[in-house]
């Protein structure tokens, strides 16, 4: 192992003086570089380790070094500049020596970010000490693709499909994102709904390596001090759950780590933002789950959850610390809290902080995207619209605003109007003004004058809606009756299962076609087969907010985005609803399908930076003269790098 302390690095590289293609920021900081070559074997390591250091530096200042923090493409600009967080550097990280790792030999194969396995070429085999520690042939990531698909598939057991992938993403990161992206349609259920969610549920029993950063109540006034032990510094997006509401599942606690780490999985391999960049965090205040609290193999505290001001103070020292420790154009996207911190969360930070709650936002987004592209198929406008909601949590009343606020803008109504086409029920029956008093803040504005209404069925009797949308957590609640009711209002009825996993789905897809025989237009959160029903072929779409996600948050970083504002949800609805093309239409589809996901989160990011600028929002400057251009090339490629 060889350390370089300031002198010797400039000595060694030349850099002092002129400082090569450094910029001032990362000269500034040079004071805190330290230059780490490691290798496992011995003496002939450090030489060997010695050489690396000196190529490495080369390369560094060639911009093409391999380095830990460097992933195919920086995130935004070029060469080394964003390695060194010269746009997310705190006063702070000039304190905090950060390391430039160079990997070689046993430690290379060992290093996720960097491991080609068999695709080591014979050169680099070489160059990094890598003779003898691999079988003789040399595979390409296409063939490693092929063997990696052919073995998934051999699994019966989704879970055990799940448990390959992770392994993957731990062994060879490249080889991980390689599949998910030229296999999304295929590999979405396994690293995302739903077979996360039954992850979740086994993560105890499951666990092999921790994933993400766990923050729990242990660590109260230490929360800084915790996120300086993440490996990578240059954070951009942090997806982060108290556990408490994992998707339809309900409180699954610390286990709902699986969760943040699907999410951002995605973040890299549907929006492009770079592995690196992403920090999955799961804040643990307890659980009230109480099979998981007699569970043996729960990973956990084992205790109730904390609340009230105990809870409170431990979010607030996590808020603070993030952007103490990254800046504050860090994104950080609350999900699958319960609904009674998710509103309070997003209303207490959506000021100070780069905040996005996936629940309430994202998939309002998505929702709205597909309600837009409808119209194409039911005719008319968004306003023709009444809309009923089962279940008035985080999803239901946040799709429920932004379906109201584009009835505005369309129709210069103001949105007290516009909310009484829409109309919700919870677990007491109709939401009705004569409710209002015992109603949570967050149901008050859709507390319409009505009689009481209990059930689902008699509430479609009554209000007539074109569109009803699922968003309860319970599983088979459109019930025949209830789809019946809705064919015999409609000649299109919108039906969307939203609730996650599939377990929880509203109904499904077979039962939509079928019950009202052919006619809806259905669409879930979590997906559905194809569905043959009296000769036809049913393709269900997938209102999933993975569509929204990731090329939003894109969009956020591309403009250096520092506040999140409803108008790059409707923008962001707009761009994913224009992605529908005739051929989805004339399948009955309202989304467009994943496998040209990329391309429509570029779309997204691109629509989602254009606002932020126009809002006067963004901070990267200057502003992009072709936004979706500019999203495409910040992509995280999977493509193995050469490494010399
Ligand atoms: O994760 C998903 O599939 C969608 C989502 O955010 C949820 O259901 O909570
Ligand atoms: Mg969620």
């Not at 400082?19 to 990362?26: L, M, N, P, V």
């Not at 992770?166 to 296999?183: G, T, V």
């Not at 979740?200 to 109260?220: A, D, H, V």
């Not at 029956?429 to 209002?436: D, F, P, Y």
């Amino acid at each position: 192992m060889i350390s370089l302390n300031r002198s010797s690095f400039l000595n060694k590289t030349g850099i002092s003086g002129s400082c090569g293609s450094f910029s001032g920021a990362q000269r500034r900081r040079s004071a805190s570089v330290r230059v780490v070559a490691s290798s496992s074997n011995g003496r002939a390591g450090d030489r060997n380790a010695a050489v690396l250091v000196e190529n490495t530096l080369k390369e560094m200042r060639e911009g093409s070094a391999v380095i830990a923090d460097v992933d195919s493409k920086p995130m935004v600009g070029g060469g080394v500049q964003d390695v060194y967080g010269e746009d997310t550097a705190t006063e702070d990280q000039f304190v905090t020596p950060w390391s430039v790792s160079v990997a070689s030999g046993y430690s290379l194969l060992r290093d996720p970010h960097h491991n080609k396995g068999l695709a080591f070429t014979e050169r680099e085999r070489d160059a990094h000490f890598l003779r003898g520690l691999l079988p003789p042939t040399v595979a390409s990531q296409e063939l490693q693709v092929k063997k990696m698909m052919h073995n998934i598939r051999q699994y019966q057991v989704p879970l055990q499909k799940y448990m390959a992938m992770m392994d993957l993403q731990e062994r060879n990161e490249k080889l991980f994102y390689k599949l998910l992206i030229d296999n999304v349609e295929e590999l979405l259920p396994i690293v995302y709904t739903p077979t996360v969610g039954e992850a979740c549920q086994k993560y105890g029993s499951i666990f092999m390596r921790p994933q993400g950063l766990f923050i729990s109540l242990k660590e109260k006034g230490k929360i800084l001090e915790v996120l300086r032990n993440w490996p990578e510094k240059n954070i951009q997006v942090i997806v982060v759950t108290d556990g408490e509401r994992i998707l339809g599942l309900g409180d699954l606690g610390c286990q709902g780590m699986g969760i943040p780490v699907g999410k951002l999985s995605l973040y890299t391999a549907l929006g492009g933002v770079r592995p690196s960049a992403c920090l999955p965090i799961t804040i643990d205040v307890g659980t009230n789950n109480e099979k998981l609290l007699n569970d043996e193999f729960y990973i956990g505290l084992r205790q109730r959850r904390a609340t009230g001001q105990e809870y409170a103070e431990l979010l607030h020292e996590f808020m603070t610390a993030v952007k103490q420790n990254y800046g504050e154009k860090v994104l950080i996207q609350f999900e699958d809290f319960a609904n009674h911190n998710a509103f309070d969360l997003l209303a207490k930070y959506g000021t100070t902080h780069l905040v996005f709650n996936d629940d309430i936002q994202g998939t309002a987004s998505v929702v709205l995207a597909g309600l837009v592209a409808a119209q194409k198929l039911v005719g008319g406008t968004l306003a023709d619209h009444r809309v009923l909601f089962l279940g008035a949590g985080e999803a239901g009343t946040g799709i429920a605003e932004l379906i109201a606020l584009e009835i505005s803008k369309q129709t210069n109504a103001p949105p007290e109007e516009t909310r009484k086409k829409i109309w919700l029920v919870d677990s007491k029956g109709l939401i009705v003004s004569s409710r209002k008093e015992s109603l949570q803040h967050f149901k008050k504005p859709w507390a319409h004058e009505h009689e009481p209404i209990r059930e689902l069925v008699d509430a479609v009797k009554a209000i007539k809606p074109t569109v009803l949308i699922g968003t309860s957590g319970v599983g088979r609640t459109f019930t025949k009756e209830v789809i019946e009711a809705m064919a015999s209002i409609n000649e299109r009825p919108i039906i969307l299962a939203l609730s996650n996993p599939t377990s929880q789905s509203e109904c499904t897809a077979d039962e939509a076609y079928r019950w009202s025989k052919g006619r809806a237009i259905f669409a879930s959160g979590s997906p559905f087969a194809p569905v043959e029903y009296e000769g036809k072929v049913f393709v269900p779409g997938q209102a999933n907010n993975a569509y929204i996600f990731p090329g939003f948050g894109l969009g956020l970083l591309m403009s250096g985005a520092i506040r999140v504002h409803d108008d790059m949800l409707l923008a962001a609805s707009e761009a994913l609803a224009a992605q529908v093309t005739q051929e989805n239409f004339d399948k009955g589809l309202i989304y467009p399908p994943f496998t040209n996901i990329r391309e429509i989160s570029a779309q997204i990011a691109a629509k989602v930076a254009c606002k932020a600028y126009e809002l006067g929002l963004a901070s990267r400057l200057p502003q992009p003269i072709d936004m979706v251009k500019c999203a495409e090339s910040c992509m995280y490629s999977p493509a193995y790098r050469s490494y010399r």
